[in-house]
């Protein structure tokens, strides 16, 4: 392998991992003060019960995407130092602002976790508000920075280097809505089926246990309206990117030859060499109409590029597939999910629904990374779209091999670790009567 | 008026010495941890955790500040450094990731169920190395041996760090870290025996502290001679130096008749004192000898808008941080 591949395969090792933690850390809050604020209005103990065991949860898994992704602010450097070179003076202002965001989500989850005896329940649930905001905050203008990379703005590039860089159009560049709102809504329907799936089958197991009910109620609303909602910026996502990357679109497509009428592919298996795509399901037309909302536009395809400005179109398309199939899975469930609990809640709790969410437990995550990958390999062989190659940013230090593999095992160790630690967290299981858990008796476990 | 550049060096300073105040005593907190033995070593180690475990998390951002403002206003400067150090940043990493994970999978007693108190020792360990080699960059930054020529020809190399006046540097920062933990703690406890444990480390940890700062101007000549040079020889050599021995004295002999708010205040001047003693030796270069302050810092735009972000952030965030200190450390920092 060369160093940079090495780098890249490294990169994107540590980014797969922080995402997971990233996401738990928009997602998570938002779950534990939806439960808090349940407390307060009704004074039910089973919420209380449930804010204090989810900001738990939070809180290891913060600290671990705290810690991950100082490493990533480090590593852009390490890996990258020629891109921060280049980038650095020009897409700070994203990145010291999610500076602050970061140190509020902090602050407040400290006093969060640590103050539920110390501090007015209003200002408990404050602080919690907070962290949810800082949270969405940091995520908003972190991916900003890399929206920047698909769609880079706000400077003119003389002699190679930046210049007139303007940081309020960098940070506004034509990528950012798009891209922040599309990871924005995966955050929260990857946390909120993730956490329903743990409930989910933990009420299969204790069908009447109230607690448990209490949780899949609210992780399930959270989660089925951004799964709901998803497609919506996802039509605007790729819109947006058949216009400003249609070589990102060819891949995520399978599409070679540029056509009017362009099919969409469903499945397949991409072949550079030959220039097509083989296997696929073709819908005709459906790719010119999902792009352009016209079924008969014209679809750049992939060979009216050069060669070495295409990206690998094989993990592109692949990728892009599963996403959108573990995109619709959550929306249909979570679409299933609100016309059978609009009547009758006890719906919601019915076996075959119950199966149905826990098998949408980590296809949320799975879509994440997936995501990640059809967005960062899709814009191979650039690190900035048309600006920059990846191989020109890539650090001259050799024996990359090494961090790599201690990196891995580290955070193999790591990963293991944690998932223990939230299985014991996340699924022990406090009994609280069916009923919507309003028993005012205490918690036992069981 | 100091320039722009200036200005952001500054406030990477500033965030440096926010993190070692605050984030340095939560290393420092984990020394102590690794060398905890005899009597009441069950409850020194509570009081530490006890202390830690709200605020580490907001302390260890100052760091990510300090690189978020060094890669925005001299990104030249994270490229070369990055490239120049990549050894010891690697490790320093490893460090963080292990120290925050081991101390988020202890609080939540994951050790119970085997019996183990791994965690606890990779914590400690972890907090050993980290601000050791946090230290070594720094000192490796003043050694003149990172140049700013080209990327490729400062990869890899080993002599700007793997040197005796960058692990002196390393040494010291470490004893400091463990100096404001020992000094801190006796504060965060009532128990006047955990008080007297305490003392007793700060007093060695002040000990260690004082020789090596009092070694550093010995072996920087020939380590990092631009560096002594600029410490010894400016105007302000002889004042910085004499209240740094102010401090140091006046942290003595408060620990001795137990005035231990007052002990905090010299041990807090004495690593801002070492720091900024640090940063006017350096200045007005940010690393010696090629890249200096003014020639390799990003546009003004971008410096200005920067430092607007910082000045209104710091007005929303200190409040935030006072709140939070307000409520886990009332008795330690307000008295009641």
Not at chain 1, 318 to 341: E, N
Not at chain 1, 357 to 378: I, N, S
């Amino acid at each position: 392998m060369t160093e940079l591949v090495l780098a890249r395969a490294q990169m994107a090792m540590l980014f797969a991992f922080h995402i997971l933690f990233a996401v738990a850390g928009i997602g998570m809050p938002v779950l534990m003060v939806i439960a808090e604020g349940a407390h307060l209005r009704t004074g039910k103990p089973v919420y209380a019960e449930l804010a204090r065991r989810w900001g738990r949860g939070t809180a290891v898994l913060f600290a671990v995407g705290a810690v991950s992704g100082t490493v990533l602010s480090f590593e852009l450097g390490l890996l990258w130092p020629r891109f921060m070179e280049f980038a650095g003076g020009v897409i700070g202002l994203p990145f010291a602002l999610e500076g602050f965001a970061f140190f509020t989500e902090a602050i407040f989850l400290g006093i969060y976790v640590y103050g539920w005896e110390k501090v007015s329940p209003r200002l408990h649930l404050a602080a919690g508000c907070l962290v949810a905001l800082g949270g969405i905050l940091s995520g908003v203008f972190v991916v900003s920075a890399n929206a920047w990379m698909n769609s880079p703005a706000g400077f003119t590039l003389i002699a190679g280097r930046p210049a007139n860089v303007s940081p309020l159009a960098v940070m506004a560049n034509p990528a950012w809505k798009t891209e922040t709102i599309h990871m924005t809504l995966a955050a929260f329907a990857a946390s909120g089926f993730a956490v329903a799936g743990i409930h989910a089958f933990r009420l299969l197991r204790e069908p009447r246990n109230g607690f448990h009910r209490v949780a899949l109620g609210i992780a399930l609303s959270v989660g089925g309206v951004a799964a709901v909602l998803q497609p919506i910026s996802g039509d605007l996502s790729a819109r947006f990117v058949a216009r400003n990357q249609p070589v990102k679109l060819a891949a995520m497509e399978g599409q070679f030859p540029t056509q009017r009428g362009a099919p969409l592919r469903i499945g397949g298996l991409p072949d550079a060499a030959e220039e097509t795509t083989r296997y696929a399901l073709e819908i005709p037309r459906g790719l010119s109409l999902l792009a352009f909302h016209d079924a008969d536009a014209e679809v750049v395809g992939l060979s009216a590029f050069p060669r070495d400005e295409r990206p690998n179109p094989v993990p592109v398309h692949l990728a892009f597939q599963v996403m959108v199939a573990c995109g619709i899975a959550l929306a249909a469930v979570g679409a299933a999910g609100a016309i059978l609990g609009w009547k009758r809640r006890e719906r919601l709790f019915s076996r075959p629904f119950l199966c149905a969410v826990v098998a949408c437990g980590p296809l949320g995550l799975l879509a994440v990374e997936a995501g990640w990958v059809v967005t960062e390999l899709g814009r191979q062989p650039w690190v900035i779209h048309k600006v920059m190659r990846t191989s020109d940013a890539v650090t001259p230090v050799g024996g990359l091999a090494l961090p790599f593999a201690f990196f891995t095992l580290i955070y193999l160790v790591l990963g293991v670790f944690a998932a223990r630690l939230l299985r014991k967290e996340l699924g022990a299981s406090p009994f609280f009567p069916a009923g919507e858990g309003d028993s005012p008796t205490a918690p036992g476990e069981v | 008026m100091p320039t722009l550049p200036t200005l952001a060096a500054g406030c990477i300073l500033a965030s440096l010495v926010l993190y070692a105040l605050t984030g340095g005593a939560d290393f420092g907190g984990g020394v102590w941890g690794l060398l905890n033995h005899g009597p009441r070593a069950e409850a020194r180690k509570r009081l530490i955790d006890h202390a830690i475990g709200p605020v580490w998390e907001t302390n260890h951002i100052w760091v990510i500040v300090a690189v978020v403002v060094l890669f925005t206003a001299f990104p030249k400067v994270f490229a070369v450094l990055s490239t120049a150090l990549f050894v010891p940043l690697t490790l320093i990493l490893a460090g963080i990731i292990l120290r925050g994970s081991a101390f988020a999978f202890q609080t939540h007693r994951l050790h119970e169920e085997d019996g183990t108190d791994w965690w606890g020792g990779v914590f400690a360990g972890a907090s050993l190395v980290t601000p050791f080699l946090l230290g070594v960059v720094l000192g490796a930054v003043s050694t003149g041996a990172v140049r700013g020529e080209g990327l490729s020809s400062v990869a890899g190399g080993t002599d700007a760090w793997l040197a005796p006046f960058p692990l002196s540097v390393g040494g010291m920062t470490l004893s400091s870290c463990a100096y404001l933990a020992a000094v801190y703690l006796i504060l965060e406890t009532d128990d006047p025996e955990l008080k007297e444990d305490f003392r007793r480390r700060a007093l060695g940890a002040l000990v260690l502290v004082s020789l090596l700062s009092a070694a550093i101007p010995f072996l920087s000549p020939g380590g990092a001679p631009e560096f002594h040079r600029a410490l010894t020889g400016s105007w302000w050599s002889v004042p910085l130096m004499g209240a740094n021995a102010l401090a140091a004295l006046g942290s003595a002999v408060s620990l001795a008749v137990r005035a231990y708010p007052l002990a905090r205040a010299c041990a807090a001047s004495q690593v801002t004192l070492l720091l900024a003693g640090w940063g006017m030796a350096q200045h007005p270069y940010l690393v010696r000898p090629g890249l200096p302050i003014s020639s390799s810092a990003a546009s003004p735009e971008m410096l200005r808008l920067l430092l607007i972000i910082l000045a209104a952030g710091g007005v929303l965030l200190f409040p935030a941080i006072y709140l939070l200190f307000r409520v886990f450390k009332k008795k330690a920092l307000f008295g009641r």
